[in-house]
């Protein structure tokens, strides 16, 4: 029974996703539901829906507390961060997948070490630098840190792509006439789009929500990020659900919305028909 | 246009032995040359150093007398036409074709002149704004060829270019090719391992055999005359057959004795000859120049040797025999009519014609009776066949 054993094997798979569609996508949409409720009705009845949205909460997040500042500080730090981190690591991984050099392997396994060290083992160390250094307490420094504990990752999924570039393409563009960085802007770059713009996305998921970093090297509120922001409402006033609910809310968004930008972008193959 | 030419070139690859050895050619103005060999034997490596993508570990390559070995391949003029096409899969054909004359700084409306004169010769005038994966095989080989002719370069290279094609499109291209080197002659590198494309294509072919040159020399001259038995076989399909036979001088001629029957060699008895009387050669017959007894050769140009029928193979315009001559374990295959009677078992004669055998040194398996031709002067290089 072949049919029947395809069907089963189809209502099994379904299954599985159900669950961990329910597992993923549950705790956000309690999170939705009660980003549009007010505390007490919350308290009432944790699991409920929103009869009559509470739009303004999202107003009030915005306007009556820090949320805007938290958000804007995420923004400036999570932006530039990943904008010099997928610069530095595109080139990076370009030279690394490229160009044969002595010591080439050593560079590579040096970067890649960096994805072995726990952020915990090098909190200390990094706080002493930044104290030394004059950029604790500032974006900056935060800028900094953020482009060096995301740069392992980047130049490690870059590379396995860039690799994957055939040869010829490069080639190709020497006898055109053109010079390795042109090579690199106008080639490797175009081609590896999809790769570019799912490592960057990942760095901006991984970076938005990054705690412990922020936590030790930002103590001034102006300079909180939005992680921060939420954890300081929990504790500087009476547990307010409904506000804490907005503020993840609007903590998610741009994820989602940059995800809905790219996901196309990431999954379409663009190097089809490049060779043969 | 330009001369090329190669003195002496090596290369060896980190941590190996060398792709190419002591390599010299020399390419006239205006000539197509023809690197033909085997996968590996480092034919692809030669091309690659002319284009400058790799560097040449010894020996000097110049074009017009002037040494290019340190120079960058994007200052060399030469355009390549690769085996994968290499298309840049982000860029429609336009920018393919543009691609290159934008970085030599040519005014827009030149290069818009340039490539749309090219894309309507190579019949992709409708496909200009289509992307590669959007074209057939063909279409992104005519993109890769006109790729290269839009640059009007001082040399192509051509590294095995028409290989993904299927066979009609493959010999429509092939003469598509040869139209616009006689049309325009530019001198032309053109690596194949496909015979068919050396023989029709080539002012000159150079055959290739692990990393060295084996012979060069006009299609035909290295057909008829190869200088020893790997291009006695890479040259001919089916390939020429070796025979071990023993060579004896006797008064009345020079005969070479094949399982039990002796061949009576045509012409003088050369003087190379007198080192292997009584010792075993190599004969080597193509197989055209075997026939079913019936043929129309003087009398005395031909033996006959006795076989048995083991394969025939009828390709419609002709038949190929697969022969197992009596005595002998080397398998023999004739070139035949369309219209032979043989069937699989059947007995028969096969005659050869004397006149055609090729003696090879068993131990060096280099020719015995072949002398080099007189160095072709430049304006004999293109003259007709």
Same mark, same amino acid.
Request: hydrophobic share 45%.
């Given at each position: 029974m072949p049919l029947h054993a395809a069907s089963l094997k189809k209502a099994l798979l379904l299954f599985f996703v159900a669950i961990y569609t329910m597992l993923t996508g549950g705790p956000f949409l309690w999170v939705a539901a009660m980003s549009l409720r007010t505390t007490p009705q919350i308290l009432r009845n944790p699991y409920g829906l929103p009869r009559h949205p509470h739009w303004e909460n999202f107003v009030g997040a915005w306007t009556q507390s820090s949320y805007s500042t938290y958000f804007w500080n995420s923004a400036i730090v999570v932006v530039t961060a990943v904008l010099v981190v997928m610069v530095i690591g595109a080139m990076a991984a370009n030279g690394l997948a490229r160009y044969r050099f002595r010591g080439n392997n050593a560079v590579r396994l040096t970067i890649l070490a960096g994805l072995l060290a726990p952020p915990q083992m090098l909190i200390l160390s990094i706080f002493q630098i930044m104290i030394g250094s004059g950029l604790y307490n500032s974006l900056?420094? $935060?800028?900094i840190v953020y482009v060096a504990i995301q740069l392992p990752l980047t130049v490690y999924l870059l590379e396995a792509f860039f690799a994957r570039i055939p040869q010829d393409l490069f080639d190709a563009a020497r006898m055109d006439g053109y010079g390795n960085f042109t090579i690199f802007w106008r080639i490797t770059l175009p081609i590896g789009l999809p790769a570019v713009f799912a490592t960057a996305t990942l760095n901006f998921v991984m970076l938005w929500n990054e705690f412990l +970093?922020?936590?030790v090297l930002l103590t001034n509120n102006s300079k909180r990020t939005l992680p921060l922001g939420i954890l300081h409402f929990m504790g500087s006033r009476e547990l307010n659900l409904g506000m804490i609910a907005t503020g993840l809310m609007i903590a998610i968004l741009p994820i989602i919305i940059l995800y809905g930008c790219c996901s196309e972008t990431m999954i379409?193959?663009?190097t089809a028909g490049a060779v043969k | 246009?330009? =001369?090329? &030419?190669?003195? &002496? $070139?090596?290369?060896? +690859?980190?941590?190996? %032995? @060398?792709? /190419?050895? &002591? $390599?010299?050619?020399? /390419?006239a103005d205006g000539e197509l040359l023809v690197l033909l060999g085997p996968s590996g034997c480092g034919k692809s490596s030669v091309l690659r150093m002319i284009a400058g993508l790799e560097t040449v570990t010894s020996g000097t390559i110049s074009i017009d007398g002037r040494p290019v070995n340190n120079t960058p391949a994007k200052d060399r003029d030469i355009a390549m036409v690769f085996q994968s096409y290499a298309l840049y899969p982000h860029m429609s054909v336009y920018d393919n074709l543009a691609f290159g004359l934008r970085r030599r700084g040519l005014p827009k409306s030149e290069i818009d002149e340039r490539v749309t004169k090219a894309a309507s010769q190579l019949g992709l005038a409708g496909s200009l704004t289509r992307k590669p994966y959007a074209l057939s095989g063909g279409e992104r080989q005519r993109v890769a060829l006109g790729r290269a002719i839009v640059r009007e370069p001082k040399i192509y290279l051509f590294d095995e270019p028409l290989s993904n094609l299927d066979a009609a499109l493959r010999s429509s291209t092939r003469n598509e090719l040869l139209r616009q080197h006689e049309a325009l002659p530019t001198t032309t590198v053109y690596v194949t391992h496909d015979q068919v494309e050396a023989m029709t294509m080539g002012d000159r072919i150079c055959i290739m055999h692990q990393g060295e040159v084996v012979q060069v020399g006009r299609p035909f001259e290295v057909y008829r005359n190869p200088v020893n038995t790997f291009a006695a076989r890479f040259l001919g399909d089916p390939p020429m057959n070796l025979l071990r036979g023993t060579l004896e001088l006797e008064s009345d001629g020079t005969f070479v004795r094949l399982s039990g029957v002796s061949l009576r060699l045509a012409g003088h008895v050369a003087q190379q000859l007198v080192a292997y009387a009584g010792k075993d050669v190599i004969a080597g017959i193509r197989p055209e120049d075997l026939y079913e007894a019936s043929t129309s050769l003087p009398e005395g140009r031909t033996a006959g040797l006795p076989a048995r029928v083991v394969v025939v193979e009828r390709l419609g315009a002709e038949s190929i025999l697969t022969l197992s001559v009596d005595g002998s374990s080397d398998p023999l295959i004739a070139r035949v009519g369309r219209d032979t009677a043989c069937k699989s078992h059947d007995r028969m004669m $096969?005659?050869? *014609? =004397? #006149?055609? /055998?090729?003696?090879?040194? @068993? #131990?060096?398996?280099? #020719?015995?009776?072949?002398?080099?031709? @007189? %160095? !072709?002067?430049?304006? *004999? /290089? %293109? #003259? @007709? !066949?």
């Open positions: 900056t420094g $935060v800028i +970093y922020a936590i379409k193959g663009m | 246009m330009a =001369c090329l &030419n190669l003195e &002496n $070139v090596t290369k060896i +690859y980190e941590h190996g %032995r @060398p792709a /190419v050895k &002591n $390599v010299s050619l020399s /390419v $096969v005659m050869l *014609d =004397c #006149a055609a /055998v090729h003696l090879f040194d @068993p #131990a060096t398996k280099e #020719a015995i009776l072949w002398e080099e031709k @007189p %160095r !072709l002067e430049e304006a *004999d /290089v %293109r #003259a @007709p !066949l």
